[in-house]
C-alpha cells in the first residue's frame, strides 16, 4: 500500500514539475524601462521646490504645477487652482494624488533635452502621456 503511494506521488511530481515550469514560459516578460528613465534622487531634484509647466499629450492642455519640498503641490489648470500631494518612490516614480483622485504613479524619462512622463500599459508597455515644457524656481503657482 505504502509502495502504491510513494508511485502516485512520484508520478504526480513528474508530471507536475515539467506543466509548472512550462507556465513560467507563458508568463509576459517585464518590458524594459524606456532609456532615460530618471532614478529617484534625479526626480526629487528635478522637480522640487519647482514650478513646472507641463502639455498633455492626448489633448495640449497646459498645467502650472508647484512642488512644494514638503509634499505639497499647487496647480493650475483651465484657470482652476487645485491642490493635493506628491512624493517619489524609491524606483524613482513620481506619484500625484490632487484632490479627491486617485494617487498614481509614473516614471520620468530624459529624451534629450525633453522631460516625459511615462505610465505602463495592462500589456507592460510605457506609453508617454505628458511633456514637461518649462521648470522655474519657487512657487509661481499662488
Not at 57 to 79: A, C, F, I, M
Not at 88 to 96: K, T, Y
Amino acid at each position: 500500500m505504502k509502495t502504491l503511494k510513494k508511485f502516485k506521488f512520484l508520478l504526480a511530481c513528474t508530471l507536475l514539475i515539467p506543466l509548472l515550469g512550462g507556465c513560467s514560459l507563458l508568463m509576459p516578460k517585464p518590458v524594459p524601462l524606456p532609456p532615460g528613465t530618471l532614478d529617484a534622487a534625479a526626480v526629487e531634484a528635478l522637480f522640487s521646490d519647482k514650478t513646472v509647466e507641463s502639455v498633455l499629450d492626448k489633448n495640449g492642455r497646459v498645467s502650472l504645477t508647484y512642488y512644494n519640498p514638503n509634499g505639497e503641490l499647487h496647480q493650475l489648470q483651465q484657470g482652476q487652482k487645485r491642490s493635493g500631494t506628491w512624493s517619489v518612490r524609491s524606483d524613482g516614480r513620481i506619484c500625484l494624488q490632487i484632490e479627491e483622485r486617485d494617487q498614481k504613479c509614473r516614471i520620468v524619462v530624459k529624451e534629450g533635452t525633453t522631460y516625459r512622463k511615462y505610465v505602463v500599459k495592462r500589456n507592460g508597455n510605457h506609453e508617454p502621456v505628458l511633456t514637461y515644457r518649462l521648470f522655474r524656481d519657487g512657487n509661481l503657482v499662488e
